[in-house]
DNA sequence: GACCAACGGTTCAATATTGTCACCATCGGC
DNA sequence: GCCGATGGTGACAATATTGAACCGTTGGTC
């Protein structure tokens, strides 16, 4: 009875423990610090960093510190604002000669966009969103552009919907709890519908997108998987909505799945049955 | 009287502190296991990377869970390895956004290898080494290849040399520190006798490697810098060393000082004087 | 199949690091 | 010359990190 009871609240604690306990918090923060450098904000002085991490401007100036002691981080002499260091460059290459990731996913990408005639793209998650790691227009009149600088929101595009449906629930979560932007006049911004179209993207094994990020533009994404089997990112076509037809959506349905599979095997990852049947 | 010994006192502690003070010594920690990722040992289980960085097991666990959160870590579910993650992919595109130094590097060196019809590399500085970010190979019988993924250790290249001449002396000796790799037989690995070329390459300009490195090979190397006239990483020219001759090494000096006020200039740099004046 | 060594992973009291907050110096507008 | 913003700093209480010792597994050896 005793024992029972011990083991039961022990249990239970490892049980919160897995959900909550956060070891090392000094490098969550440093880490947290890093994600508010984007495209559109590449340097932040040391009092609006703070703010924006949510942390005391000493502690944010110790951190960045470090960092630059590693060169993660440079500090622009003039404005004394900060950015992101050359550091990234050299294990971004390390991390590219270990899992060629970038290389198959724009291979993947131009064979796609190809097959398709339309425009491909691949991206792997983010702090906060997917990032565009390739991309590819098809040589013709109308098709969509992509700028590959631009964060894909997950809540707001099939790259993102995909990605979500085979990755643990907590990363939806934790993305639904963002604020969560407004697009287009389409764009859906409610919570329980956003989380019924991860179920249906995890049933059908892929996510058709309409509107949502941008006007007139259909998207069609699956994820791509690690060892483990959760998403590793998606690889998606998009299409003037004005030629989106049922064969069109087969066609690129078979070839995205086949692409899918493609990079998912390169990177040594497991196909999700649900994705792989999409290819018959 | 006390107030002159108080201030003295100050001063003395605030010179100390700059020299060994570490705020967030487990912010250096996280960043000092990354360095130990690398192309030829992309994957490091718990207890040798733990050897590596000279840490605790646990410690090693715990920053390593940390950094995974944020896809900077990913486990090869497999072998329990650990491996660089996703995250550095992002953060090198955003870097790249901001400072496109891998562009500009890729354009000025197809252009001094064109010039000088001999092989050209760039490379910036990583955490012991030098990395290359751009290479090229011009199109004739006999010439230099390189690895690109191949560090360039600080004390037996020009590029290193270069690098150090313009850099704060901790970093050079911090650089000695290591231990020396001999390459060739004619590696110099006495740190005094590096001392003196990095002195000779800081009043000369620029920095020429006979054998340094790989055998029958010379390498002439300037740095280029950042905004605050530190050196940034380096830019050369290799040849083979049966085709060195006085006219052949003016040329390149010249070209490769146009190349280092390029890239200079693009990342918004100050070129140092002596580098400067090698143009003419 | 029993031993061993090495591995990944975990625990908790002891301890070193860090966050807090009040503070300075400087800048640009008014 | 004041105001409010910035970047940056220091002392000490509050807290996070540490590391020896501890599991439970695996894989090799006899």
């Known amino acids: ?25 000094t490098v969550d923060k440093a880490m947290g610090l890093l994600r508010h450098f984007t495209p559109t904000q590449p340097e932040i002085g040391l009092s609006e ?16 510190v470090s960092l630059s002691k590693h060169h993660f981080i440079e500090q622009n002499q003039i404005t004394k604002a900060y950015r992101l260091g050359s550091g990234f460059l050299h294990l971004a290459r390390v991390r590219e000669a270990t899992t060629p990731i970038t290389a198959i996913a724009n291979q993947t990408v131009d064979w796609l966009s190809e097959v398709t005639n339309e425009t491909a793209h691949a991206s792997v998650a983010g702090p906060s969103a997917l990032i565009t ?12 552009m992509i700028d590959p600088t631009e964060p894909l929101p997950f809540h707001a595009t099939a790259s993102g919907i995909a990605y979500l449906a085979f990755n643990d629930p907590e990363v ?47 998207g069609l994404a699956m994820p791509y998987f690690n060892a483990d089997g959760s998403a590793a990112g998606a690889i998606a076509v998009a299409m003037p909505i004005t030629r989106k037809s049922e064969e069109l959506v087969t066609k690129i349905k078979r070839n995205v799945a ?22 018959r």
Do not use: C, W
């Open 1 to 25: 009875m005793v024992a029972l009871s011990t083991n039961l609240s022990q249990d239970f604690y490892k049980h919160v423990k897995e959900l909550i306990f956060r070891p090392m918090k």
């Open 49 to 64: 960093l703070a703010r924006l991490a949510d942390l005391d401007k000493a502690t944010t100036r110790r951190i960045l």
């Open 133 to 144: 790691i390739a991309h590819k227009e098809p040589h013709r009149g109308t098709v969509v």
């Open 172 to 218: 939806m979560n934790a993305a639904l709890r963002q604020q969560l932007g407004k697009y287009t006049e389409f764009t859906e911004t409610n919570p329980d519908a956003i989380r019924q179209r991860v179920a249906k993207a995890k049933a059908d094994g892929f996510f058709l997108n309409e509107h949502g990020f941008e006007s007139d533009v259909a």
């Open 258 to 279: 086949a692409a899918s599979a493609r990079i998912t095997t390169a990177i040594g990852g497991v196909l999700h049955p649900n994705v792989q049947q999409l290819m």
